[in-house]
């Protein structure tokens, strides 16, 4: 099976920066994704990691670490829009290539 | 370009009683996912797609779930009969080909009473 772990909560002044980690355990890892949910909204697409390293998209970036099974998203210059969950969702041939999502984090931004 | 689509986005029944959901996903997107996400947790996969096949329904409680997707189009995803434990968001996604991002409808909220 497959293990995805990440923060059930974190708190953020506006202005700031908050780093969302995420841990996954799982065989054929096939890529790792991060996805934005507004209360009571569908989740958007945020990023695609397959290959390690950093990937930079305006005030958003994540890393991937498949060695350590390890990925972070980065938010910077925090706005009050970005409250929301983050989900962390692992893609493997473990699991049939379907999207295996974590529980999500969710951020909270404060003036 | 329109997204997914699906409705209704509220329903609220009785124990016991059927329901069903409707989704028209992307046009031209072969690949479509029904998730249940309850509160405060992650979507998990109810079946996947590929056209009107399903290609992947092992977590589909079948004594009381099904779906179809008779044209390789829209789908319905059906309960009956629902249970309190049903309560949940029951989102649709779909996704141009295998691997990529999906994209998501705005979900149909049950509440089994």
């Known amino acids: 099976g497959q293990n995805i772990d990440q923060p059930t909560e974190m708190t953020a002044t506006e202005g700031a920066i908050v780093q969302i980690n995420c841990t996954y355990q799982t065989s054929g890892f096939n890529g790792l994704f991060w996805y934005q949910q507004h209360a009571g909204e569908a989740p958007t697409f945020l990023s695609y990691n397959v290959l390690d390293g950093l990937e930079e998209k305006g005030r958003f970036s994540s890393f991937l670490s498949r060695s350590k099974g390890y990925s972070y998203l980065l938010l910077k210059e925090l706005q009050m829009k970005d409250s929301a969950s983050y989900l962390c969702a692992v893609i493997s041939k473990a699991a049939g290539n379907k999207l295996t999502f974590g529980g999500g984090t969710r951020v909270l931004v404060k003036p | ?113």
């Open chain 2, 1 to 113: 370009e329109a997204g997914v689509v699906q409705s209704p986005r509220y329903k609220i029944i009785e124990k016991k009683q059927p329901v069903a959901f409707w989704c028209n996903p992307i046009s031209g997107h072969n690949t479509l996912y029904w998730y249940r996400q309850n509160l405060g947790q992650g979507p998990e996969l109810l079946i996947r797609y590929e056209n009107e096949e399903a290609v992947d329904d092992s977590q589909l409680p079948k004594d009381r779930f099904s779906a179809e997707r008779l044209k390789g189009v829209d789908s319905t995803l059906k309960i009956q009969p629902a249970e309190l434990g049903d309560s949940a968001v029951y989102l649709c996604a779909s996704e141009q080909g295998r691997g990529r991002e999906q994209f998501f409808g705005p979900g149909t909220r049950l509440t089994v009473l």
